[in-house]
């Protein structure tokens, strides 16, 4: 990662936090919603549509929307999505390593193996399992 996708990235979870809190209150409709979050980048149709009906549940229901640091504790916890394990094995490929073994890897834990991916400080010891 580089300092520039850190910052949209810490910019981006800012946006989304301030923008739920503004809808879970009703000060936003779900198209001007759904247009301020496309302007932040996160556009994916799926997604949005998910993230609109379980914001329109908390608001039913009187919820607050969850606080970032609700999401960074769920976020340790979860395991690596497909996503990132495509990633993961992308650039072992690319650059002629062997693949680590991903096996009960959170999404905290495949972010720093992506990290040292990319920056050149992968170590294959770090990520084996002794047997």
Not at 96 to 117: N, Q, V, W, Y
């Amino acid at each position: 990662m580089t300092p520039l996708s850190d910052a949209l990235t810490a910019a981006q979870r800012s946006a989304l936090q301030a923008l739920e809190k503004a809808y879970v209150a009703g000060q936003l409709d779900p198209e001007t919603m759904t247009a301020a979050l496309e302007a932040c980048g996160i556009s994916d149709p799926v997604d949005l549509s998910f993230l609109l009906a379980s914001l329109d549940v908390l608001r039913e229901w009187g919820v607050s929307a969850p606080n970032m640091t609700e999401r960074v504790a769920e976020t340790k916890r979860e395991p690596m999505s497909d996503k990132q394990l495509q990633y993961i094995w992308r650039l072992c490929d690319e650059k002629r390593l062997e693949r680590p073994d991903t096996m009960g890897l959170t999404k905290e834990k495949a972010s720093e193996l992506i990290d040292s991916l990319q920056n050149g400080t992968y170590d294959p010891e770090k990520w084996s399992v002794p047997f």
